[in-house]
């Protein structure tokens, strides 16, 4: 007994206002077209919903049951309607972005900010990982697009290009005698070297640049994250491999230096990640236009 949804509306109006005329009005209809559609409503059931009074209609015990259930779907979809318009607003729903802890503090920051001052009724869902680990909150459905370093090679993600790091090995005071120094990479693996996780991007890139040279890079020390890498280095414990753009701040001030050496270190890129052919979010939407 699958009933047309129509019917049940002109059902719901007629018995909230108590007339056909008035239902027809609400629902921009013919009266001879609300009584055909009460009629077919109470042909499928079987029974009587309205009957009629001086002033207009009212609900039978029948229709008063029926009405109770309708009028709860009425709501709701109401309700439904409201909730669609404030997302397409942006009044409501949330934003759920994967990154790494450093992307996320050096990079995606001020964009969340700017974010979060136009569209406060949004909520902000922010998960920390890896590059595979980003890639696969992803496939799962955890976050609505990710900011990894690139280059991701995935048919079922879609990358765009976003900004451009330069990668760089820094050190400080206790290791002033290098400073001005050009080192060659036999050299530098002669110090004590402080890597990032060894399933990070970074990581994976240094690793293979000095394979290519034939060269094994292993970490004096191994940490989980950019600021770990930084304060080691500013303490002396040995040279980090970070992101130049994350330690201009200690750059200017002086409390690490770049290590020199006598091969250009490439750049590395960043993207933003959606899976293919899959709707995303307004929410999502507007966030992606505001950082591609």
């Not at 397409?88 to 972005?97: A, C, F, I, P």
């Not at 974010?115 to 920390?128: E, M």
Request: net charge negative; proline share 3%; hydrophobic share 40%.
């Amino acid at each position: 007994m699958a009933n047309n949804y129509e019917l049940y509306k002109v059902f719901y109006w007629a018995a909230k206002t108590g007339s056909l005329t008035q239902a027809a009005k609400a629902l921009y209809l013919t009266q001879p077209s609300v009584s055909h559609a009460i009629k077919q409503l109470e042909e499928s059931f079987g029974v009587t919903l309205f009957y009629r009074t001086s002033k207009g209609v009212n609900l039978t015990q029948e229709g008063t049951i029926l009405f109770s259930y309708i009028e709860q779907s009425q709501i709701m979809i109401s309700l439904a309607e409201e909730k669609m318009a404030a997302l397409k607003k942006l009044d409501s729903g949330e934003l759920r972005v994967g990154g790494s802890d450093s992307l996320f503090k050096h990079y995606l920051l001020p964009f969340l900010e700017d974010y979060h001052a136009k569209y406060p009724g949004v909520k902000l869902h922010l998960n920390h990982g890896t590059t595979p680990e980003v890639i696969s909150y992803l496939k799962e459905g955890r976050i609505d697009l990710g900011v990894v370093r690139m280059p991701i090679v995935d048919s079922h993600i879609e990358v765009s290009e976003s900004i451009q790091l330069q990668d760089c090995f820094v050190a400080g005071e206790h290791y002033a005698e290098l400073k001005g120094v050009q080192l060659s990479m036999e050299e530098l693996m002669e110090y004590p070297v402080i890597l990032f996780s060894r399933n990070s991007r970074a990581r994976m890139a240094v690793t293979e640049l000095f394979e290519r040279y034939g060269y094994e890079l292993k970490p004096e020390i191994e940490v989980g994250s950019v600021d770990l890498l930084i304060e080691f280095a500013r303490r002396g414990l040995g040279i980090s491999y970070v992101t130049r753009e994350f330690v201009s701040k200690e750059l200017r001030e002086g409390s690490l230096f770049e290590i020199e050496l006598d091969i250009n270190l490439p750049p590395s890129k960043v993207g933003v990640m959606i899976m293919r052919n899959m709707p995303i979010s307004s929410a999502a939407t507007r966030f992606l236009e505001m950082v591609r």
